[in-house]
């Protein structure tokens, strides 16, 4: 029985069962599984080492867990630094302890898509590391590549953290929301496009005034639940729109917080390459954005895209 699930942009997903134990399975050619193998896997396999874990992080080639105790372990392809253990192109098909900051513990973790790594410590700062391409280290620069957990700069206390395709998101104690890395597309919310805000190598403030509970970097695009002093609120997405990812009835990109159409509210929500999906708070669950061939929205149709959120699930809560 799973607790917490996290999927990548490769195929591979990965369970933390409620005894506190992980599990991967689909995509392994990179030994992003942790299970000492190579190979795909259509069954569940458990991470190895024996660690008991609180949060999994799913990238692309790589996969990053954060142990009960407050310790970092990344496995599968560790290239440009995205292990976090001072080695710029290791590889593992088992978990590899990252290198912890003097008197830090983890308390999240997330891994981005194109080999870079950001965790939330138990006091709410957050650390990244991997590639810096567009500034997602959030250091103030926007190049080169950390192998070493460093601290996002501004001085902020996060209660959660996403990382995307090239840019990172994250909710700052109060409820507003911050961004960093590639804006191409609008994806940092501050309502400046790629012709004035094109890359940010620290945090920025999410326009429009909003206080936030959680938060979900897409590929290009950005989506969040907006905390109405409950434990659901309405939904807000931003950034590249152009495959009606952004849930509110149009194909246009937005460069700062747009309503996601219907007027519902949602209890989470999670975003993908070009595609959302979220739960509402009487447990239905509405997807929105790219479908096409065989449904990947689950929505009964095989439209190419949904601009609106459209039920899903099968009637399951």
């Known amino acids: 029985t799973f607790r917490k699930l996290a999927a990548g942009h490769a195929g591979t997903t990965c369970g933390i069962s409620t005894d506190d134990r992980l599990f991967c399975w689909g995509y392994g050619n990179s030994g992003n599984l942790g299970n000492g193998q190579t190979t795909y896997s259509h069954v569940p396999v458990e991470v190895s080492g024996g660690h008991r874990w609180k949060d999994v992080g799913v990238g692309t080639w790589h996969t990053c867990g954060v142990t009960t105790d407050g310790a970092g372990y990344c496995w599968g392809d560790g290239s440009y630094g995205s292990f976090g253990n001072g080695s710029s192109s290791q590889w593992s098909t088992v978990p590899v302890p990252v290198t912890m900051p003097a008197g830090v513990q983890f308390d999240a973790i997330t891994a981005g898509e194109v080999w870079f790594t950001c965790a939330l410590a138990t006091t709410g700062q957050a650390y990244c590391w991997g590639s810096n391409s567009g500034g997602v280290i959030g250091n103030g620069t926007t190049s080169g590549t950390y192998t070493l957990p460093t601290e996002v700069v501004g001085g902020h206390t996060f209660t959660s953290i996403s990382a995307g395709q090239d840019h990172v998101c994250a909710i700052a104690s109060g409820g507003a929301a911050y961004c960093w890395g590639w804006n191409g597309e609008g994806q940092l919310g501050t309502g400046d496009d790629s012709s004035t805000l094109s890359r940010s190598g620290t945090p920025v403030l999410v326009a429009g005034g909003h206080a936030f509970m959680e938060i979900k970097a897409g590929e290009y695009f950005t989506c969040a639940l907006i905390d109405d002093g409950i434990s659901w609120g309405p939904a807000y997405c931003w950034g590249a ?77």
């Open 241 to 317: 729109g152009g495959r009606g990812q952004l849930g509110n009835g149009t194909e246009e990109w937005a460069l700062s917080p747009s309503a996601v159409d219907g007027g519902m509210y949602y209890e989470s929500i999670d975003a993908g390459v070009e595609h959302a999906c979220a739960i509402t708070n009487w447990g239905a669950i509405y997807c929105w954005g790219r479908n096409g061939y065989n449904d990947p929205l689950g929505v009964g149709s095989t439209e190419d895209h949904i601009t609106r959120p459209a039920w899903a699930g099968g009637g399951l809560d």
